[in-house]
């Protein structure tokens, strides 16, 4: 195996400290490895967030395109803490009676459900999510069919290294957060914008050393922090 180079070495500690190996995530559920898999395979939850084997994959960098769509093999994979309530779910729907692709379908209708409740009520959802509105009013099949495309994006993985937690709440806001401090960036009020970026730094995750200066928090926080002469975040201390 080629040595990692130093911003790789640096991902390692960051990697181990937000994402869990299958055996955690596998406690975490109570259920045995195979059986986790096969509830991430069927849908229920997503799959690895990031794995090593010379050299990172990341499921951020796979859902853009610029890797490819899956990990190697024999790679060392990572998952996100957020998926174990989606198996969660999942497993006690299964003890109902449902199949494992009965329980993928009932989180995909369910967080559908929950992110159509949660936009009227979130701040900047509108700019956010434009498509989900038709002539100032909330379109109901529009914004159903974003959602579906929002739970696809965090079942490929994407939103894995974006969030801490993933629900719909969570996932609107953040976007929201986003596209807000992107366009306000350099003409609001620095104390204004502040409070919004420390908002947003609840929600998501420091992001990995290579990803964090194109990602969200690069973009807004770090931007932020610059503009105003604010210091450093210090993502990785």
């Known amino acids: 195996m080629q ?5 790789e070495a640096a ?5 181990a400290r937000w994402f869990w190996r299958l055996p955690q995530l596998a406690i975490a559920v109570g259920l045995d490895e195979e059986a986790t898999l096969s509830l991430i395979g069927a849908g229920c939850a997503p799959g690895p967030i990031y794995a090593w084997h010379d050299g990172w994959w990341s499921a951020l960098a796979a859902c853009r395109g610029t890797i490819a769509p899956t990990p190697p093999e024999k790679a060392e994979r990572y998952y996100s803490p957020s998926a174990a309530w989606d198996l969660r779910r999942a497993i006690l729907r299964i003890r ?3 199949t494992a692709d009965g329980a993928a379908a ?3 209708a369910d967080f559908a459900r929950q992110f159509l409740a949660c936009l009227p009520s979130v701040p900047g959802a509108e700019e956010a999510f434009p498509q989900c509105w038709r002539d100032g009013r909330l379109d109901p099949e529009r914004a159903r069919i974003v959602a579906e495309k929002e739970w696809a994006t965090w079942l490929q993985g994407a939103y894995g290294v974006c969030l801490r937690l993933f629900t719909a709440q969570n996932c609107i806001r953040k976007e929201a ?6 366009r306000r960036l350099r ?3 620095p104390l204004i914008l502040l409070e919004e970026a420390r908002d947003l730094a609840a929600l998501i995750l420091p992001f990995a050393p290579w990803e964090r200066a194109q990602a969200t928090p690069g973009l807004t926080i770090d931007a932020l922090l610059a503009l105003a ?3 450093d975040d210090l993502p990785y201390c």
């Not at 040595?3 to 911003?7: G, Q, R």
């Not at 957060?177 to 992107?182: I, N, P, T």
């Open 187 to 189: 003409e609001a009020d």
């Open 229 to 231: 002469r604010l210091g």
């Open 96 to 98: 109902e009676g449902a």
């Open 177 to 182: 957060l986003a596209a807000r401090l992107k």
């Open 3 to 7: 040595s990692m180079t130093p911003e």
């Open 11 to 15: 991902g390692r500690p960051y990697v």
């Open 106 to 108: 009932a989180n995909r």
